[in-house]
């Protein structure tokens, strides 16, 4: 949400701290978002820069809203765990490679 200097280390250090699930705790909370334009789903994370997506191939016609974000939030914890950033936006939509 405040971007800046180096983009891909601040994107890492919150991943490093707000990235990894914590059952029972507001680390395991998330929400889900359904995408009007693009098929999938966007699991949301206590962090508001923290978002993860999941695609309709990574789960079966008959998944709900749990189980969509009970995989959104399992791999927003292995992101965490391997820490490598593949892509980064700051706030004015500029894409940084």
């Not at 016609?61 to 959104?72: F, K």
């Amino acid at each position: 949400m405040q971007p800046e200097g180096d983009l891909r280390r601040q994107a890492v250090e919150i991943m490093k701290t707000y990235g990894p699930v914590h059952g029972g705790t507001p680390a395991g909370d998330f929400s889900i978002i359904n995408l009007d334009d693009d098929p999938g789903w966007v699991v949301t994370s206590h962090h508001p820069d923290i978002l993860t997506y999941v695609s309709p191939e990574e789960v079966t016609e008959r998944s709900n809203d749990l189980v969509i974000g009970l995989l959104g939030r399992s791999k927003r914890d292995l992101d965490a765990a391997e820490l490598m950033v593949i892509h980064v936006e700051d706030n004015r939509g500029l894409i940084v490679q």
